[in-house]
Structures are given as structure tokens and as C-alpha cells.
């Protein structure tokens, strides 16, 4: 793996821009300082609107340690072999496709380690039972804190670059001004008087020490500033960019007069204040060595800003660039290779350029890491409802794919007997075995130690960012392939045939409002510990689909049953059951609490997950289902509340709608003022009721 920190940020940011463009598509996962705030678990029934208030203080609360991307490229040549198959548990394993010289799939994985920078408004907290977790798979603390990469959010960046290119192009300005000899007159003006004996004592002195310093040979300046600063013999050296001479601690207004006269009189000299002290530096320079320094200077402020600045962001901002279709601006001061290839004088904008392919986010039960990635880099709050987040998610990662969903809706065959991704991943890799490479990080140029972190015997494991971003492409790559060949999914681009860009899956390169792929492939759905699936592409309030193909006409809500009711009582009720066709009912049932329980339908047409992929049918024996269910319940439970998901929650948002009427707005400051000395400010509506009158507070 390719450990990532600030001591070689910039080297492997660089790798990661130049593979990012051409991937087929992007895995990602976070490791983070907690994901829950608080130990109550929510109803089962609560639909995500409702579970969003409390979902939302994790990432506004805690932070990410770890940031894993891995890209997968298709390198296939057409001549890729048939994708493989991936059978049933109970089915005997397949041979292991066997080992190709070339594979059809390259990964390169990086692990970016993130911590906020010292001017960060963001604040560091802990959750004890994440924090246990992450020790006991060897996360690196020490690595974190010291060594992890700062990061901005957006408009904080925006303004850390323009800052940055002002300053560049301020400084060019001034050289080409300096350039130009001031006449005496000019000359004149510009310089402060000196009226107090002191002050032009203390100045007939520096300008005394400078003059000795500059007939003294460079070669000897080095004993003259150990004797003059001998407590801080580290602050002033003879470098191999010339010599150095430091002029004593004055005020502002003498470090002017010095500026001015030193300027004036010895143009050649550069001079600059020492940071944190009240010194002036003077630097004797040859010309080339003025031009090493400058360029070091440069190079320097360039790299301060990709790393102790921008940071992360960087590659926040170039993955959601990417995934919206622009192209990287490769000579922006953010996104160049270096120093040299930035065009300083092209407009600096964000998410700007021509569209490509919108390259897909792939996750693994992702929707906090979604949300964690909008309150490092967007803002530090999420929007106060889920609508607003789903949008603001899609805003910058428009095409989603969570393997979770995947596995447990959408494939042909019973991934969701164990949907965990290490479990996934052991399933799905040994029949990619030879197809797929991970490309290790290249030796350093002779002479040059390895980067940090980037050393290829490092092996990473699971729970790392990295490797679990790495799992979660194997597991998307093999559970697609999967989908291609076993559903009927069309594919308008041709099926199955290969493509330069994404080999087998072809759905990739569908237009992303495209319906079958949706519901062939799950697009923007993300997986919830609910009985809920959270879609991305619905804004209602309850909209939210219900996740294994329930439907929610198809499920029932009953409450108020005598508590002496158990599971035992419910598969007696439906066990039975038949349609019309004589298939068994089949049915899951989910405990609200003691007294209140879900029943829902649940139609797998030929063994698959997705009842609507295969057998048009499906909808109609599902509604078919719920219905004898319905029937059923009603005469086991008579006296207990029994209505359909649908109607449960339509009355909920109703009671909603009606509670958020009732509530009183808040008065304004003018009002509350008036009220306060007496003067009523009512809402028409309270004006005439009947009651006692209102004291008015009595001014004297």
C-alpha cells in the first residue's frame, strides 16, 4: 500500500491525479474517529428523514483518520474471458479462472492520512469504543497526528488559492516596478525622517555593522554573526545561496527607515524579516544565486500551499471533478504536477471544463462516509434535512454505487446470507483470481530514499482504508460481472462486449438517468441499518424505498398486541398460506417493541433478490401476497391496529405537517422588545379571544 502523509503528499497527489481521469471507476472508504454519537438505537420502522437528525451529529462530530481510494483501470485488450461465475453457497466453488499474463484489471490504492491543520476550526473527539477498534487493527495514532495531511473546506480552499495567486502575481508586479530606477525625487518621498537622537544614533550604528559586513570577504562573515548573535548561532548562516547578515532588533518604525535607506543605497542587497523576531535579514547574492533562491522560494510557497494549506482538498476536489465529467485543469495552481507548469495568469475558478464521462463512486454501506467527506471538505454542518443532503451528496458525486446493495438486492444469486464486505470480498476474489493486478508504487531514482509509507513489502489488511476500498472495487467489479451474466440487464452499449474504457460493465457508460441500469445495478441507492433503503435520486420526505424488494403496500404495521405475542404466534398465523397459484406465502418479520411488529411480503422470482429484474410478474404476486397476509392478520389479531407501510407513514407525515403548523413562530426582536414594555404584539389570530386582559408592565 501507498501510505500517504505530508512528507510525500505532493509526490503520490500527483500519481493520484495522473491515474484518477481514465479509471473505470473509484472505490472509497474512511476510517474515522467515531460513527455514532450516543447508544439508543432508533425504531426499526423510522424512515431515514426521520433517522437523519440523529445520523448527521457523527460526521459533524467526529473526524477522518484515514481517506482509501482505489482506482481501477480496464487494461483488457477484448479478448477478456466470459466474466465469472459466482455460484449459490450451497453450490460447489468453480475452478479459479487460471493466471493470465496480462490482466484485464489495474488498481493502485492509496491511504491518505488526514488531521486537522493548527488554524482548523475543526475539533478533534474521540469516541472510546472507535478508538479500541482502531488500535486492535493497528491504526497508527502517532502517524495520525503527527504526519496526517491538513484540509480545507471548498470556499476556505477557493480563498487559500486566489490568496496565493494575488501574492505570485503582486510579486512579479513589484520586480518589473523594481526593475525601473526611481528618480531622486521619487526616491525622496518614499523615505521616513529620522528626528530623534536615538533613533538616528541607533541607525548610524546598523548602517555601520552593514557596511564592515559587506567589505568583509564572505568566506568570514560566519565568526562576525556568531559574536554578534551568539544565543542564536542557528538564526543567521552562511548558506550556499551567499551570506547572510542579521541587523539588530528594532521597531517597525526603524526597520522602515532601514528598509528604505539599505534599498536605496545597496539595491542589490535582498531583505526580508526574520519571522517571529524584529529583525531585518540581509542577503548578499550573486546573481545566479538571487535566481536559485527565488526559485526555491517559490517552489517553497507552492508546496506550502498544496500541503500545510489546500491538502486534502486537493484530491476531494479532483475526485469530485472526475465524477461529475469535467476535466482537471492541470496547470491551476491546485492541480499542477509542479511549480512550473502553473498558469498564473488563467482565471483561478473551481469545477470548470469540458465534460467527460461521469466516473462512479463505488462504497460499502457508504452513506456516512458520503457525509463525512461534505463536513471535511464542503462544510462543517450538513443540511438541516435529507432531502438537502441528498442533494448535496449528488452535487458532487452524482453517479453511486453501494456494494451493499449490490450484494443484497440487486445480484442474481444469495450474497445477503452475509453481506459484511471482508465476507464479500472472500467470495468474490478467488473467482477474479489473475484478472486483476494491484500496481505497486515505483522504486525511488537512484540515489533517493523510498517516500514515506510507499514501501511495496508493506501489506495492508482489512480495516485499513485503503485495503477495505480495495475490497469493496473487487466486490463491485465481481458481483457486476455477475449481474451482466446471469439477468437479463440489456446493456444499450452492446451487452457484454468489451469496451476500452470499462470493459464487461457497460452499464457504466449508460446516460446516468437511465432506468434499467438503476434497477439492474442499484445506482444512488445506499444501504441503511433500517429497513429502509436511502435513494439519492428522491427528494420526498418518505419516499424512501424499503430495502430486500419489500414493498410497502405489501407490508404491514401492526400495534397494540397483547404483549403474551411472540414470533412463534406470527409464522403459525402465515405459515400456511397460499396463493392462487398454490406458491407459499412467503414473509419477514421485523419487532418494533413489545407489542408492535412489521409483516412483510417477500417475492424472490427464480431465486433472485431484485423480483423485478427477471419476472414482470413479480409486483403483482407480491401485492397478491400482502393481501392474503393482510387477511390473515386481521383474523389472528382482531382488536389490534393493522394498516399497511404506506398508510402508516402517509398518517405520520400528515401528524407532522399538522404538529409543525401548531407551533408558534418565534417573534421577532421588535416585538419581543415592545412586549416587554408593555406594548402587546399579538398574531391577528390571538386578537379577540376571550380571557383576562393583559397587564401592561407600567412605565413611570
Given at each position: 500500500?501507498v ?12 500519481d493520484f ?6 479509471a ?16 439508543q ?21 467526529y473526524s477522518?483518520?484515514?481517506?482509501g ?17 459466482i ?8 475452478a ?10 489495474t488498481?493502485r ?5 488526514a488531521?486537522?491543520?493548527?488554524d ?5 473527539v ?6 479500541a477498534f482502531l ?7 502517532d ?18 488559492v ?14 518589473q ?5 526611481p528618480?531622486?525625487q521619487?526616491?525622496?518621498q ?6 530623534r ?8 550604528r546598523?548602517m555601520?555593522t552593514l ?11 560566519a ?13 543567521a ?9 542579521m ?8 526597520r ?14 535582498i531583505?526580508?524579516?526574520?519571522p ?6 540581509v ?9 536559485q533562491?527565488q ?6 510557497a ?15 476536489f479532483?475526485?469530485?471533478?472526475v465524477?461529475?465529467?469535467?476535466e482537471?485543469e492541470r ?11 502553473v498558469?498564473?495568469h ?14 462512479p ?25 435529507l432531502a ?9 458525486f ?9 450484494a443484497?438486492?440487486?445480484s442474481?444469486?444469495?450474497?445477503n446470507d452475509?453481506t ?17 493486478q ?5 522504486p525511488?531514482?537512484?540515489?533517493e530514499?523510498a ?10 489488511e ?14 463491485y467489479l465481481g ?14 452499449s452492446g451487452?457484454?462486449?468489451?469496451k ?5 460493465l457497460?452499464?457504466?457508460l ?14 444512488n ?18 419516499d ?10 405489501a ?8 404483549q403474551?405475542t ?6 403459525n ?7 392462487r397459484?398454490g ?40 401485492m ?6 393482510h ?5 389472528r389479531?382482531?382488536?389490534?391496529n393493522?394498516s399497511?407501510?404506506?398508510q ?11 404538529a ?9 426582536v421588535?416585538s ?8 402587546n404584539v ?16 407600567r412605565l413611570?
Amino acid at each position: 500500500m501507498v501510505v500517504v502523509t505530508k512528507s510525500n503528499f505532493v509526490e503520490q497527489s500527483n500519481d493520484f491525479l495522473d491515474h484518477l481521469p481514465s479509471a473505470a471507476f473509484v472505490a472509497v472508504d474512511e476510517e474515522m474517529t467515531g460513527i455514532s454519537v450516543g447508544n439508543q438505537r432508533p425504531p426499526k420502522d423510522e424512515t431515514p428523514s426521520q433517522r437523519y437528525p440523529d445520523l448527521k451529529k457523527a460526521p459533524e462530530t467526529y473526524s477522518i483518520i484515514q481517506l482509501g481510494i482505489s482506482l481501477f483501470h480496464y487494461t483488457g485488450d477484448g479478448k477478456s474471458p466470459s466474466p465469472p461465475v459466482i455460484r449459490n453457497p450451497s453450490e460447489a466453488s468453480p475452478a479459479a479462472v487460471p493466471n493470465r499474463e496480462d490482466p484485464d484489471w489495474t488498481v493502485r490504492k492509496y491511504n491518505f492520512f488526514a488531521f486537522p491543520g493548527k488554524d482548523s476550526e475543526r475539533s478533534v473527539v474521540l469516541n472510546p469504543s472507535a478508538v479500541a477498534f482502531l488500535h486492535q487493527h493497528n491504526i497508527s495514532f502517532d502517524k495520525w497526528t503527527k504526519e496526517g495531511v491538513p484540509y480545507l473546506l471548498e470556499d476556505q480552499a477557493e480563498k487559500a488559492v486566489k490568496q496565493y495567486t494575488d501574492r505570485v502575481l503582486e510579486a512579479e508586479a513589484k520586480e518589473q516596478q523594481e526593475s525601473k530606477q526611481p528618480t531622486v525625487q521619487e526616491a525622496s518621498q518614499r523615505r521616513v525622517q529620522l528626528r530623534r537622537t536615538e533613533d538616528v544614533d541607533f541607525f548610524t550604528r546598523a548602517m555601520a555593522t552593514l557596511r564592515n559586513w559587506l567589505d568583509t570577504p564572505v568566506s568570514a562573515t560566519a565568526a562576525i554573526l556568531n559574536n554578534q548573535n551568539p544565543d542564536n548561532q542557528n538564526e543567521a548562516k552562511n548558506p550556499p545561496e551567499g551570506a547572510c547578515f542579521m541587523l539588530p532588533e528594532c521597531n517597525s518604525f526603524m526597520r522602515r527607515a532601514l528598509y528604505e535607506s539599505i534599498g536605496q543605497e545597496y539595491p542589490s542587497l535582498i531583505l526580508e524579516k526574520v519571522p517571529g523576531a524584529n529583525r531585518i535579514q540581509v542577503w548578499r547574492l550573486s546573481d545566479a544565486e538571487k535566481e536559485q533562491r527565488q526559485q526555491r522560494l517559490r517552489k517553497e510557497a507552492w508546496s506550502d500551499l498544496i500541503v500545510e494549506r489546500v491538502g486534502l482538498f486537493r484530491i476531494f476536489f479532483a475526485l469530485s471533478q472526475v465524477c461529475r465529467g469535467f476535466e482537471l485543469e492541470r496547470d491551476s495552481p491546485m492541480l499542477a504536477s509542479s511549480l512550473a507548469d502553473v498558469d498564473f495568469h488563467k482565471e483561478p475558478t473551481l469545477y470548470r471544463g469540458a465534460r467527460n464521462r461521469k466516473v462512479p463512486i463505488i462504497v460499502h454501506n457508504g452513506f456516512m462516509d458520503l457525509c463525512f467527506l461534505q463536513t471535511h471538505f464542503v462544510s462543517h454542518k450538513l443540511p438541516d434535512s435529507l432531502a438537502e443532503c441528498k442533494a448535496a451528496i449528488r452535487k458532487y458525486f452524482p453517479v453511486i454505487y453501494d456494494t451493499k446493495i449490490l450484494a443484497a438486492e440487486c445480484s442474481p444469486i444469495h450474497f445477503n446470507d452475509n453481506t459484511r464486505l471482508g465476507a464479500l470480498f472472500a467470495r468474490v476474489s478467488s473467482h477474479l483470481e489473475g484478472r486483476v493486478q494491484v500496481i505497486r508504487p515505483p522504486p525511488p531514482p537512484p540515489g533517493e530514499s523510498a517516500s514515506a509509507g510507499s514501501d511495496p513489502s508493506i501489506t495492508s489488511e482489512e480495516h485499513f482504508a485503503d485495503y477495505d476500498a480495495y475490497m469493496t472495487g473487487i466486490c463491485y467489479l465481481g458481483i457486476c460481472q455477475c449481474i451482466h451474466r446471469m439477468s437479463e440487464y440489456p446493456g444499450r452499449s452492446g451487452g457484454v462486449a468489451v469496451k476500452p474504457t470499462v470493459g464487461t460493465l457497460t452499464h457504466l457508460l449508460e446516460p446516468i438517468d437511465d432506468p434499467e441500469v438503476r434497477k439492474a445495478f442499484g445506482r444512488n441507492l445506499l444501504y441503511q441499518m433500517s429497513m429502509f433503503n436511502l435513494d439519492l435520486e428522491i427528494s420526498g420526505v418518505n419516499d424512501d424505498p424499503l430495502c430486500r424488494g419489500m414493498n410497502k403496500n405489501a407490508s404491514y404495521r401492526v400495534a397494540n398486541t397483547p404483549q403474551s405475542t411472540n414470533t412463534r404466534d406470527i409464522i403459525n398465523c402465515l405459515s400456511r398460506q397460499m396463493d392462487r397459484t398454490g406458491r407459499p406465502v412467503v414473509f419477514e418479520i421485523v419487532w418494533i417493541d413489545d407489542t408492535s411488529f412489521i409483516v412483510a411480503a417477500s417475492y424472490r422470482p427464480n431465486g433472485t433478490h431484485n423480483n423485478r429484474q427477471q419476472n414482470g410478474s413479480g409486483d403483482e404476486v407480491l401485492m397478491e401476497h400482502g393481501r392474503i397476509i393482510h387477511n390473515a392478520l386481521k383474523d389472528r389479531f382482531p382488536n389490534s391496529n393493522i394498516s399497511s407501510m404506506a398508510q402508516y407513514l402517509e398518517e405520520q407525515e400528515k401528524k407532522r405537517l399538522a404538529a409543525a403548523a401548531e407551533t408558534p413562530s418565534e417573534p421577532s426582536v421588535v416585538s419581543r422588545m415592545l412586549n416587554w414594555i408593555g406594548i402587546n404584539v399579538g398574531s391577528s389570530s390571538q386578537q379577540g379571544t376571550e380571557g383576562p386582559a393583559t397587564k401592561k408592565r407600567r412605565l413611570d
